[in-house]
């Protein structure tokens, strides 16, 4: 309390108080320890002299003379330790919390055996400003299960734990769920490997009536229908794709969607999801793979035929997703059939397994011939590892980039590897200010190399693709999409060019902070028959597809193995927003043979 100063007339006027200087800093914390052990040994002074020469109740009644006598209800003492709680939050500080400071302050009684008696919690009691008498001492041992001397760090443990906290601490614990009646008469915390947080076993659980209901599957079971919503935001490579059958395949959360829309084709045998809302439109429809346990990151869609264990798939049939890591396991790929959904059928042909320190994956990426799958991990070190899926056998990795995920953006193998002799099988990463190329070395195992931008800025690669090989030779030219808009070109390790296509588009904060723009992140390289000779087969057209931020799709045409500002193959095409204020970009894009 400090000097008042009142405001005239009525009971209208302001009161101030004036506390003295504020310390701050260490010299803050250090004076209240110091004038706090000097009223302790004061105080433990007069409690041994009135000890010395009067008999034991004689302290009691002296304590209690002059004050309101004690309430040794539980109430009462429940208010006592509140009134304890609130001494000792009004003086905790940033370097003391409040168990430290009682504590401490414990301690400056103990004589070493590490607990108090009566008279020396009555000392700290006062020390505190909190008016507890040796009746309500007494009574407060006995509470926590003591007689005459209170073991202190249990006392503040258990003052200073939140009630629901102290519950849980004490809760018997079970792991798993009931697996029979006897285990259904268990009350407390119940851990499962598939939940972050721990079940409770609720008040009102009868073991045997409840038991033997929950064991019970439902009479009702539910069924995905349909499925809205697309991931264009947080995936980084393309992640929409037409199937061999004409429909589109992407994901939305940890469900892979296969959409077939309204009048298109439908896979065989399969009675897919229909949407026959007003918001649909009507006739769209979806089947669905359901074999993953978190959010999808990456797809991508083999190119190939392939043969697995005597069966023969069709190109652009399979489909290979990857989840992040979740609580119960780490994150693993899975390789299904896009053709069959879970519901109808078992889609799944292989499931590849990883450690949880990868947590995820940003790109997949199948090989020319179908034979291998590339991935890039969401780890610090982006880890691109290649797989003979088929077999479920890792066949390489490496340091794909380093950083805070995401780093890689993409995977883009070489799909003229296999047709064209000489050219051997190879695939691009790309990403934040990098671009590698991937490719066996003299021992077998996969390496990247770094591509330079030479004069050009190295910017973020959002895109890439390879151009056939000129006059059938070896060598083929490798085009990136980049973050202002541009389209670099690159031979060799090196750019030689730079072309001007799109628009940056508006700007955008990465993870890190970085300011960013999506610039070119669709591009897909089509091959158009019956479009005149070109790339070394009679009556095929490569032409090239890049999608920017603008909402324009440019198709340029490279079928000599290069491309040439200027040099398109058809008009562009332009996308209509529906948004007056804001236009389209282009996040992904892909093309159907013969449209």
Known sequence: PGRGVGGGGGGGGLVSYDTGPVRMGRAAFAEPQQQQAEAASRHMSDLRLSGADSPPGAAAAAAARGAPAADLTEAGLAGLED????????????????????????????????????????????????????????????????????PYARFAAVLLTQPSRQLAEEMPIRAGPFRDVHAAQFHGKIKDRRCRKPLYTPANWDPQLDAARSAELPNTRLVLQFVYGYNGKDATSQNLFYNCLGQLVYFVAGVGVVYTRRGGPTSPSLPPAHDDGAGGGGGHSQHFFLGHTDDIKALALCPAEVDVEGRKYPPRSIVATAQVSSHEEGPFICVWDSRLGSQQGQPQLARLA???????????????????????????????????????????SGRGQMGDPPQVYGIEWNPHAGRYPGVPPAFLTFGKKHIKTWQRDATGQWAGKPLSTGRLDMQNVHSAAWLPPRGGGEECLVVAGMGDGQLYVFKGSSAIKSIAAHARGPQSIQPDGHVAYPGVRGMRLAEVRGGGGGGGEEGVRRVLLTGGADGTILRWDVSDGQLVEGRFAGRPLSLRSPLPDRGHCVRSLDWREGE
């Open 83 to 150: 009134q304890i709680r609130d001494a000792l939050r009004a003086r905790r500080t940033v370097y003391e919390d409040s168990k430290s400071l009682l504590l401490r302050m414990f301690k400056s009684v103990d004589d070493g055996s590490g607990d108090v008696s009566w008279d020396e919690f009555c000392a700290i009691c006062g020390q505190l400003g909190v008016s507890c008498g040796l009746s309500e001492a007494q009574r407060l041992f006995e509470r926590f299960g003591y007689k005459e001397r209170l």
């Open 354 to 396: 990883h450690r949880k320190e990868d947590r995820g994956f940003s790109a997949l990426g199948f090989s020319a011939d179908g034979a291998h799958l590339a991935a890039v991990a969401n780890d610090n070190a982006h880890t691109v590892y290649v797989y003979d899926w088929r077999r479920g056998r890792m066949e390489g």
